[in-house]
Every structure is written in C-alpha cells, then in structure tokens.
C-alpha cells in the first residue's frame, strides 16, 4: 500500500485556521450616530459624574445641611418633616387620593409604578432612532415624573420656614462650664429649672441654654416669675429669698463661662 492510500482529511469548523487579535469595531461607517463603548462612551460618562460630584461637594460646603437638636418626644409642637428628596412623596401623602384610608395607594402602589415604568422603560422602549420628537410616549412619561417630583417638592417645601425650623431646632452645644453644685443657688435651680434647662444649664429641647445671656439678677428674677417668649409665668415656686439664690448662682455661671 503507498503512503496515504486510503486516508482521509476531516475539516473542523469549530476551530478557526487563523487566530485573530481582538480588534475593536470600526464605527466610522456610522458618523455621529454611535461609539465604541469602551473607551469613548465611558469616558464621558465618568467625566460627566466627576464635574456633577465636584459641584455637589462644593454646593455642600457653602451650604451645609442645617442639623436639628436632640428628638424629643415629650415636645408635642415638633413637625418632623423628611429630607429633601423625600417631600415629594411627603407632599403626596397629603392628598385626599393617596393619604388618610388610601394611605397604602399613596405609599406604595402610585410611588411602585412610577418607579417601576422606569426600570422597564429600557424594555419597553427597543427604538434604535434618539431622537426626542421620534419617541413621544416615553419622552412625554420622562417629563411628566420630573415635573411632577418638582411640584410636589415646591408645594411641600413652600409651606415651611426653613430658617426659623433650623433656628428653633439647632443643636445645643456642650458648655464646658463647671456648675458649682455647692452653691444654694443650684439646689433652688435643680427643684424649679433643671427640668427644663438642664443640669448644666445648657437647655434643651423645651428650652433655651442660659450660658451665654446677659440679664441682670434683677432682670433674671423678675423673667422667673413672670415669664419671657414662650416661658408662661409661674414656673417659679419658692421663697423670695431662694428667688435670689438663683439668680445670683446663674449670673455666677455665666461670669465663670465668661472668663
């Protein structure tokens, strides 16, 4: 038998005679329209989010959020209102539709489709063609949510003083004065005051810090017996000559936090 009589030579199409570098797509046929997505496409996306994030921090340090003091659930007149981004759905509750025996609609149900349309709007929406007149159902939903989310944000937002919330419910600040716990004065401020002032006369949520004021001992007896903003009189119950205990032990206190 001579060599290579009766042999046979079967062709695999699995495997390629010629192992190809991988080579990126050529888009120059297709001008302006689309782009590799690597590195092009995901280059602007991260410049993009770098300048939002920049002007986000910067936004951020001239205008810190103003934070609240300590949550007191004794204060019955605190209106907890949520952070920014939320007072639109805040806002929706209100409505007659979606709060009160539909609070579940408005919660839940309404918030859930809206929230869903645009996960599946991707899905829905297969369209090769971008432009904003070529794609009227989704382009009409897309401004509907965002209107919507800032009317309801204005409308929940325009109703409260924000200065006067963040002036009323700014954090108190630890004194590091040393209250003299000796003095008869403090005796007569712990049975009339400390409830409401603090054992450090530092206040809190129901009343002001008396570090830091400038009334006179007269001026602070007189405010002890009858009152002062939202202080009613008649707090005080006591002696006259406990009356001036006190006012001498918190002019005291503050000339020691003067120092």
Partial sequence: MKKGKGMQFVGDSRITADKKKFIPKDYSEYPGKTEAFWPNFLLK??????????????????????LEGPADPTDAAYLPLPDWYFLFLYQLLKYEFAGGTYFVLGAMVIPGLAFGGLLLAPFLDTGANRRPTKRPITVSLMLLGVVSVIWLTWEAADHVDWEAKAEQNKPIPETAVEVDTEDPGYAVYENSCLQCHGDSLGGGAAAPSLIGIEYTVEEIKTIAVEGIDTMPAGQFQGTDEELQQLAEFIVSTNEQAAE
């Fill in 45 to 66: 996306e991260w410049l993009v989010g770098a300048v939002f994030l920049v002007g986000f921090l910067c936004l951020t340090v001239a205008h810190p959020a103003p």
